[in-house]
């Protein structure tokens, strides 16, 4: 069984850092771009960072351009959300994919029970 597992979640005050970790288990993802999203309380869901497989290209939302960094760790089968400088508004539960397609929220992606980031003021 394929499973997405995220964790590193938590509170923090802002300005602070927090790493976050998505194990995946079941398969070899080293060939999936994968990738982190958020949905804050009452909003949609939103991509955060999106890393692809075959290029190690790296891509961000403004919104956390310069403060968040997304790598990935194929030995281990796991990837990594760091998270610096944090603010009020990145306050969500934070969401793992994996997907053969370019876009995370194609049909067929796997996806974790995400993971609650809440940065006080």
């Known amino acids: 069984q394929v499973q997405l597992v995220e964790s590193g979640g938590g509170l923090v005050q802002a300005g602070g850092s927090l790493r976050l970790s998505c194990a995946a288990s079941?398969?070899?993802?080293?060939?999936?771009?994968m990738g982190w999203f958020r949905q804050a309380p009452g909003k949609e869901r939103e991509f955060v960072a999106r890393y692809m497989w075959i290029s190690g290209t790296t891509y961000y939302a403004d919104s956390v351009k310069g403060r968040f960094t997304i790598s990935r760790d194929s030995a281990k089968n796991t990837l990594y959300l760091q998270m610096n400088n944090l603010k009020p508004e990145d306050t969500a539960v934070y969401y793992c994919a994996a997907s053969r397609s370019a876009s995370l929220e194609a049909s067929g992606s796997y996806w974790g029970k995400g993971t609650l980031v809440t940065v006080s003021s």
């Open positions: 079941g398969r070899t993802f080293s060939t999936y771009n």
